[in-house]
C-alpha cells in the first residue's frame, strides 16, 4: 500500500491490561523521537504520545447505556460500562478533536467529558453496497410475511421486547428470523428456550457478508429493537432495498432512519406496541410516514471518511499516497 508502514503489536489483543500498557506507556517511548504530525487512535482511547496534532475516534456507546442493569445476565458488560467511561475521560482534553458517529454522541459526549462541540466532530459512517450470495432456506410459508433482526446475543439488544411480540403474532402469517443459533452464550440459550415455544421465530445462526444481504433481499421487513448502537448499520443497509423497518425510539435509530419513508417506530420496553405495528403490516396497513427534514449537523461535520482527512488537513500535509491509502 503506497505510503502505508505497518508496526504490529499482537500482544494488545491479549488483554487490556497489556493494551493500557501500549496506549499510556509504550506509544509515549516511540512516538517522542518519530516527529509525528497526526495521530489518530481508532479505538476509544487517548493514549500518551508526542505530536503535532491528536484525534481519537470513540465508537463504543456503552458508558451511554440507559436501560435496565444488567448485572445478572451479563456483569461483565456492567463492569465494562462503568470502568470505560475513565477510560475514555482519561486525556480527552489533550486531542485536537474528537471523532464520533452521530450526533446524540457528540452531545453525550460534550454533556460526560465537558467537551466543546467546535472539538468533537461527527463523521458519518459509510454504507457501500456488498455482494448478492447465495439464497437461504428461510421461507415463512405461503402467503406469511418474514421478518429479520440481525443481531448478536447481547443483552441489550432486547431480544425479548421481540419474542413477546411474536408471542402475541400466533395466529398472524408473519415469521421472524433471529442471526443467532442459540448456542452463543447463557444469554442467547435463554433466546433459544424460549423460542421453542414459538414456531414463528427461527434462529438462522451466524450469517457471512453475502448471505446478510441476501436475508435482505428475501426478507418482508426489518425489526431492529436494540437499546444501545453508536450507528444501526443493518437500518443503513436494509434501507437500500425501500422495505418497511420497525426501529425502537431511540436517539440512535432516528439518526440512522434519517428521513427514510418506510418506517415506523415503537418504544423498545412495550411488546404490545410492536405486535400492533406488525399485525397492520401483516393486514397491508403499514403506512409511511411522511418525510421528516433532512438531519443537519453543525460543524464540525464529516459525510464520509475522505471529507474528515479534508477536514483535518491531512490531504494538505500528505496530499496524494495518504488520500488514496485511507
Known amino acids: 500500500m503506497n505510503g502505508v508502514e505497518f508496526y504490529e503489536k499482537p500482544l494488545s489483543r491479549k488483554n487490556y491490561l497489556i493494551r493500557l500498557f501500549y496506549e499510556y506507556v509504550w506509544f509515549w517511548f516511540w512516538s517522542r523521537n518519530k516527529d509525528v504530525d497526526y495521530w489518530i487512535s481508532m479505538h476509544d482511547i487517548t493514549p500518551n504520545v508526542k505530536a503535532k496534532h491528536r484525534y481519537v475516534y470513540c465508537h463504543n456507546p456503552a458508558p451511554f447505556y440507559s436501560g435496565k442493569p444488567l448485572w445478572k445476565r451479563e456483569p461483565s458488560f456492567e463492569l465494562f460500562r462503568l470502568f470505560y467511561q475513565y477510560f475514555y475521560r482519561f486525556n480527552i482534553h489533550k486531542n485536537d478533536g474528537v471523532i464520533v458517529q452521530q450526533g446524540w454522541l457528540r452531545k ?7 467537551l466543546n462541540p467546535s472539538k468533537v466532530i461527527v463523521a458519518l459512517p459509510e454504507n457501500k453496497p456488498g455482494i448478492i450470495g447465495a439464497e437461504l432456506d428461510c421461507q415463512a410459508g405461503s402467503g406469511s410475511k418474514i421478518i429479520i433482526y440481525p443481531a448478536i446475543s447481547r443483552p441489550y439488544k432486547n431480544f425479548e421486547v421481540l419474542l413477546d411480540a411474536m408471542a402475541l403474532m400466533k395466529p398472524y402469517g ?3 428470523v433471529l442471526t443467532i443459533n442459540g448456542n452463543e452464550n447463557r444469554y442467547a440459550r435463554e433466546v433459544r428456550t424460549r ?3 414459538l414456531k414463528n421465530v427461527e434462529l438462522a445462526g451466524f450469517l457471512n457478508q453475502a448471505d446478510f444481504l441476501q436475508l435482505y433481499q428475501r426478507a418482508d421487513g426489518l425489526v431492529f429493537p436494540s437499546k444501545l448502537e453508536t450507528w ?3 437500518m443503513s443497509e436494509f434501507k437500500r ?4 423497518i420497525f426501529a425502537a425510539d431511540l436517539p440512535y435509530a432516528r439518526e440512522t432512519v434519517g428521513n427514510y419513508r418506510k418506517v415506523v417506530f415503537f418504544h423498545p420496553d412495550d411488546p404490545v406496541e410492536l405486535a400492533q405495528h406488525l399485525k397492520n403490516f401483516v393486514k397491508g396497513g403499514f403506512a409511511e410516514r411522511n418525510p421528516s427534514p433532512a438531519m443537519e449537523y453543525e460543524p464540525p461535520f464529516a459525510k464520509n471518511w475522505r471529507e474528515f482527512i479534508k477536514l483535518i488537513g491531512l490531504v494538505s500535509i500528505h496530499k496524494k499516497p495518504l488520500y488514496e491509502a485511507v
Open 108 to 114: 453525550a459526549f460534550c454533556e460526560k467529558f465537558g
Open 174 to 176: 408473519i415469521k421472524l
Open 195 to 197: 423460542c421453542q415455544q
Open 232 to 234: 444501526g448499520l443493518p
Open 241 to 244: 432495498f425501500q422495505k418497511p
